[in-house]
């Protein structure tokens, strides 16, 4: 290795670490994983767009067929 090499973090002192503020952190990480939704409703949710948007089509197709042709 070269002699100016300086690794990317100098290491910390163990007094100047707050465990308050990563604790709090962790929590609330821990908190919005918890909302994500499941994998289930991830994997319906494009089923349910495509279905929705097919309805609309169709229904905008019908309403323009009966009523101006």
Known sequence: MP???HPPMPPR???DIDLGAIKAD???LIE???RLP???EQALKPLY????SAGIV???LELFWRHCL
């Open 13 to 15: 002192n163990p007094e």
């Open 32 to 34: 919005r994983v918890v």
């Open 38 to 40: 499941t994998r289930k």
């Open 58 to 60: 169709i229904g905008w």
């Open 3 to 5: 002699d100016d090499y």
């Open 26 to 28: 962790l929590e609330f």
């Open 49 to 52: 767009v495509m279905v929705g």
